[in-house]
């Protein structure tokens, strides 16, 4: 598991997106209750949060297509109430449903936009013709977006939010509904983004997305952050990864578990588990079963789900009352 | 890319004319691209007028003026027909509006440093040119069946203009019931049962002398008996005052009721 996040000192700690207090109410049901997060100018802010915790709600209210009902956020130095007009200058937004013209080619639709933000004629196809070969589209620049794959559109949707050069994208759950192979090409662009510069905020229901880019994590949950930090400081809180070695030979399982203190042997599958919290735990524990003579058939890593997440940060909170989970259905069909 | 400034710049972002018109220019040929890319959308212009007047003409127009005297009731309806043109067109826009918020589109619209109102302004811009083609098909189609000017051209590209004018004024009542409803079809369902009436119970297919008190009290009242009349008039000849003031007036008055609610919903819209 390589990590390509880049670690930035020009800029950090100035601060791109700020939320204070965001509430968002639909009715009786809470979507935001009291959000208060910041994304440091230039990095990647993961939310996490499953369905219905209010991470969709957050970007709207961002890119001013709702308005709160209390808090204030500030992107860019921009008031998303006071100062609808200038933010959205200076933001991209990916939503979870691509959101470009269909009936439209890939080069119509990012002329188009390149129309929108002001350039010329002349500039608008140069930049549109950048896009497409940057984004690999170039081929299918003069088919319409409805004969796009998945993974096209969404390319095609990155492409025409970065045409005017955001200082602060968004991106909603960019990869749900993709195939994994998909999903590593998404990723990749963003990665490419975040090099250039771009602050991102990142909403995702996936662990191994936030870990893949984000620098810092906040979590969601019915509204509220249950638990923010930088990535690593997170998984240790929640324990990492696990690496899942099988032994060639079965009847070695045990030997080696007694030679690896933190592992646990798991008999009917013949896997040894051993929790990693860091990549250099993963290489030395490779190392000793290397040096041990042990032969391996398979060897993975498995990074906890969103649920193991969850019972990790929230079992801390046990103290806490009426964290009854069956509440978060009702929040879904705010979604 | 090029360097990324987090400071709010001075300025207060508002937009100019002339971009405001680059917008919406940009959003018109999305539009008209759209209408390319989907051929059988034209059908309605295309169709809609060669149909109308084979029909009134020959299946009402006998019973009105006396069979074998459809052609005097050509000049009657013709000009009524382009009053009912615009309306129909209009009506196109409501549908249209709808389908496009099912499309992510409209989102990356309303998150960019755009006007919103240009969105809607480019929307009747080209369907201002749809109805031009139609009203093109529908006066071919009157001079191919022998309809004749006693006026004069400048008078029937006046007569064009009203029933545009009027018609672009319609538009936003229903780009506000596309807004409002939930469906394509409920906008298309209200649509009907609006238009069926102000259309039958109005000067455009039949004189409304003709028809009981109560109902010649409302067609006179009927704004598109207003336009009916005022484009009857300018392609044949008499008072033209009264029936185009009156067009004028409901015109700015349903644009200046209409289209700012329109907006706002526009908006509001999530």
Known sequence: ?335 | MSAVTVDAPVGEGRIGVRANLRHIGALARRNALRIKQDPESMFDVLLMPIIFTLLFVYVFGGAISGKGHQHEYLNYVIPGLLAMMGMNIAMSVGTGINDDFKNGVMDRFRTMPIARSSVLIAKIVVEMGRMLIAVAILLGMGFLLGLTIHTSVSMLLAAVALAMLFGASLMWIFILLGLTMKTAQAVQGVAMLVLMPLQFGSSIFAPPSTMPGWLEGFTKYNPLSNLADASRALVNGGAVAHSVWMTLAWTVGITAVTAPLAVAKFRKKT
């Open chain 1, 1 to 335: 598991m390589t990590s390509s996040k880049v670690t930035r000192t020009a800029g950090a700690g100035r601060v791109a997106v700020e939320v204070r207090g965001l509430v968002k109410h639909y009715g009786e049901t809470r979507a935001l209750d009291g959000v208060d997060l910041d994304v440091r100018q230039g990095t990647v802010l993961g939310v996490l949060g499953p369905n219905g915790a209010g991470k969709t709600t957050l970007v709207r209210i961002l890119s001013t297509l709702i308005a709160p009902d209390a808090g204030s956020a500030r992107v860019a130095g921009y008031d998303v109430v006071a100062q609808p007009r200038q933010l959205r200058r200076v933001i991209g937004l990916t939503g979870q449903y691509a959101s470009v013209d269909d009936k439209l080619s890939g080069r119509e639709n990012l002329y188009m936009i390149g129309r929108l933000l002001d350039l010329s004629r002349k500039e608008a196809r140069r930049r549109a013709d950048e896009m497409l070969e940057r984004f690999s589209l170039t081929d299918a620049a003069k088919r319409p977006a409805l004969q796009y794959s998945g993974g096209m559109r969404r390319r095609l949707d990155l492409a025409a939010s970065m045409i005017g050069h955001p200082a602060v994208l968004y991106l909603d759950e960019p990869t749900t509904g993709l195939d994994p192979r998909t999903r590593n090409e998404v990723w990749e662009e963003v990665q490419r983004m975040v090099a250039d510069g771009a602050t991102v905020l990142l909403t995702t229901q996936y662990m191994e997305e936030a870990e893949q880019l984000a620098n810092e994590l906040t979590v969601f949950d019915r509204g509220r952050v249950i638990a923010s930090g930088r990535v690593d400081e997170l998984k240790a809180k929640v324990g990492g990864r696990t690496l899942q070695i099988r032994p060639a030979d079965p009847g070695q399982l045990a030997a080696m578990a007694r030679m690896l203190p933190q592992s646990t042997p798991d008999p009917e599958t013949s896997v040894l588990n051993v929790a990693i919290r860091s990549d250099e735990q993963l290489t030395e524990v490779i190392g000793r079963l290397g040096a041990g003579g042990f032969a391996i058939a398979g060897i993975s890593t498995h990074l906890p789900s969103l649920d193991e997440v969850f019972l990790a940060i929230t079992g801390q909170k046990a103290s806490v009352p009426a964290q009854d989970r069956g509440a978060s259905e009702l929040e879904e069909m705010v979604a």
